[in-house]
C-alpha cells in the first residue's frame, strides 16, 4: 500500500470517532444550561418549601413578637410598676434592635453568603429569647430583647434572598408570599400559646415557649445548601449544581435529568459582591438606575408596617380596654387579659394568612401593584369602619379586615425588593428595606402607646393617613415584575 492509499485508510479510519466525539461534546454543551434555566428545571414543589422552611420560621416569629409584646407589655407594666414611657421603650426596643442591625450588617448576606447569615441569627434570637424567661429586672428584660431584635435584623434579608433566588418565575411571588404568611400563622400559634401559658406560667413562660416554638429554623437552615444563585457569583459552581439538583429531586422534576450549570466566568467576578461596602452598594444601585425605586420601595415599606404595628398593638387595647363600648374598665384590670380576649386575638390572626393566600392568586393574574393597591384599599374602608365602632363584636368584625388586608401589603416591599434588585446588591437592598419596615414599627408602636392615650380614632386616622401615602407610593413604581427574570 502507497502513501497515498494509507492516509486515505487512516482517514476513514479515524472520521466516525471524530465525529461521535465531536457529537458527544456539543451533547453535553447543549446539556449545559444558564441560571434561570436550571432555576426552572429545577421546578417548584417539596424541595422548593422545604429549603424555604428556615426562612419561614424566622419571619413566623416576627409575627409572634407583635402578640408577645402588645401582652407582655401590659403585664410587666404592672409587674414592675413602669409607666407608659417605659412600656413603649421596651416594645420599641426589639425594632430599633432590627433597624440598626438591618443597616449595620446589610451587606453580610451579599459577602459571607445568605445561609451562614440566616443562621446565625436563628441560633442568636432562639438563644436571647429563652433568657428572656430568665430575668428578674425591666434592665435584663430590655437588652435581651434588643438582642432579639439585632439577630433578626440580621438575618431577614437574607432569608428573603434565599426564598427568592431558588423560586421559578410563576411562583415567585407565590414562594415569597409563603414566607411572609408566617407573620399571620407565627402570631396565631402564639395567641394560641398564651391561651394555654400566660394563665400557668406568666410572661415568662410565653417569651420561653415562642423562643422553642421557633427553634426549628436552626435545624433546617443547618440542613439546606447556599443559594445557588449567590455560588455562582462566587464562583462555586459546583455547590450551586448540587443544591439545584437536591431541589429537583426533591420536587421530582427534570424526568431524572441532572441540571449542569453553563460556567460563566463573568459571574464569578467577587470584585462586584464581595468588596461592596456601604456606600458603594448604593453607588452600584445608583449606577443601573434603581435608586429611585429603591427610595419608593423604602418608603412602602416604612408605610405599610407602620399601619401594620399600629393596628397589631392596638388591636389588644381595643378589645381587652372597652374602647368601643360603654363599659368603663378600671386601670387595673387593663394589665389582665381574659382568655376570651386571648381567643379572638388568635382568631383575629388567622385572617392574616387568609389574606395572603387570596393575594397570591391575584398576584400573577393582575401584577404586584394592582393587588397590594387593592388591599391598601380594603385596609382604608375597614380603618374608617373602625373610627366608628360601637361595641367589642364591631371591632373585631373590622380588625378582622384589616389584618386580611394588611398582611399582603406588609410583605410587598420583600416582594418588590426581591424582584427590582440584581443578585450583587440584593440582600443589601432587603436590608435596607427592612431597615425602613422596622422604623415604621417603632413608629407604629410609639403610636399606638401615647397617642392611643390621647384618643383611640386619633390611632386610626394617622393610619388611615398612612394608608394614603402607601396607595400614592405604589401608584408612582413604573416597573412590573409579573414573569420577568431576576439577575
Known amino acids: 500500500m502507497d502513501a497515498a492509499d494509507e492516509n486515505t485508510q487512516l482517514k476513514e479510519d479515524f472520521q466516525p470517532r471524530d465525529i461521535s466525539e465531536k457529537s458527544t461534546r456539543q451533547d453535553e454543551s447543549n446539556d449545559e444550561v444558564d441560571m434561570n434555566e436550571a432555576i426552572e428545571r429545577a421546578g417548584a414543589g417539596c424541595g422548593t418549601l422545604l429549603y424555604s422552611l428556615g426562612p419561614f420560621l424566622i419571619f413566623s416569629l416576627e409575627g409572634g413578637e407583635v402578640i408577645v409584646l402588645s401582652i407582655v407589655g401590659l403585664m410587666v407594666k404592672c409587674e414592675w410598676n413602669l409607666s407608659t414611657f417605659w412600656v413603649a421603650l421596651l416594645q420599641v426596643n426589639v425594632f430599633v434592635g432590627m433597624m440598626l442591625a438591618s443597616i449595620l450588617f446589610s451587606g453580610a448576606g451579599d459577602k459571607f453568603g445568605r445561609k451562614p447569615v440566616s443562621l446565625i441569627a436563628a441560633i442568636g434570637v432562639t438563644s436571647a429569647g429563652l433568657l428572656c424567661g430568665f430575668v428578674s429586672s425591666f434592665w435584663q428584660l430590655a437588652v435581651l430583647r434588643g438582642l432579639v431584635g439585632v439577630f433578626m435584623g440580621i438575618g431577614m434579608a437574607p432569608c428573603v434572598a434565599l426564598t427568592a433566588e431558588i423560586s421559578t418565575i410563576r411562583f415567585r411571588g407565590l414562594l415569597v408570599s409563603y414566607v411572609c404568611l408566617s407573620w399571620g400563622i407565627g402570631a396565631s400559634l402564639t395567641s394560641a400559646l398564651a391561651f394555654f401559658v400566660v394563665a400557668p406560667y406568666g410572661w415568662r413562660g410565653l417569651m420561653i415557649g415562642t423562643a422553642l416554638m421557633f427553634s426549628p429554623s436552626i435545624i433546617f437552615l443547618s440542613l439546606i445548601g447556599e443559594s445557588p444563585r449567590f455560588a455562582a457569583k462566587k464562583g462555586d459552581w459546583a455547590g450551586a449544581e448540587k443544591t439545584l439538583q437536591t431541589i429537583q429531586k426533591l420536587n421530582c422534576a427534570g424526568n431524572g435529568k441532572d441540571i449542569k450549570l453553563k460556567r460563566d466566568d463573568r459571574l464569578s467576578d467577587d470584585n462586584q459582591s464581595k468588596n ?149 446588591v440584593r440582600s443589601f437592598t432587603l436590608a435596607v428595606i427592612v431597615a425602613c419596615g422596622r422604623l415604621g414599627a417603632c413608629s407604629g408602636i410609639a403610636v399606638s402607646q401615647f397617642v392611643f392615650n390621647l384618643s383611640a380614632r386619633l390611632v386610626l386616622a394617622l393610619a388611615q393617613i398612612a394608608a394614603v401615602i402607601l396607595s400614592i407610593c405604589l401608584c408612582a413604581l413604573q416597573k412590573e415584575t409579573v414573569g420577568t427574570t431576576i439577575d
Open 276 to 424: 461592596l461596602g456601604f456606600w458603594g452598594a448604593l453607588g452600584y444601585i445608583n449606577s443601573i438606575g434603581r435608586t429611585k425605586d429603591l427610595v419608593i420601595i423604602c418608603a412602602i415599606s416604612f408605610m405599610a408596617i407602620l399601619i401594620y404595628y399600629i393596628a397589631g398593638y392596638s388591636m389588644p387595647r381595643f378589645l381587652n380596654e372597652g374602647y368601643c363600648s360603654d363599659v368603663v374598665v378600671a386601670e387595673h384590670e387593663k394589665c389582665k387579659f381574659d382568655k376570651s380576649v386571648l381567643f379572638d386575638l388568635g382568631v383575629i390572626s388567622l385572617f392574616e394568612p387568609l389574606g395572603v393566600v387570596l393575594a397570591v392568586i391575584f398576584l400573577e393574574i393582575i401584577g404586584r401593584k394592582k393587588t397590594f393597591q387593592a388591599n391598601v384599599l380594603l385596609l382604608l374602608i375597614a380603618l374608617t369602619a373602625l373610627y366608628f365602632c360601637v361595641n367589642n363584636t364591631f371591632s373585631f368584625i373590622f380588625f378582622t379586615v384589616v389584618k386580611f388586608g394588611a398582611a399582603p401589603v406588609s410583605y410587598s416591599p420583600f416582594l418588590l425588593g426581591s424582584e427590582y434588585f440584581p443578585t450583587e
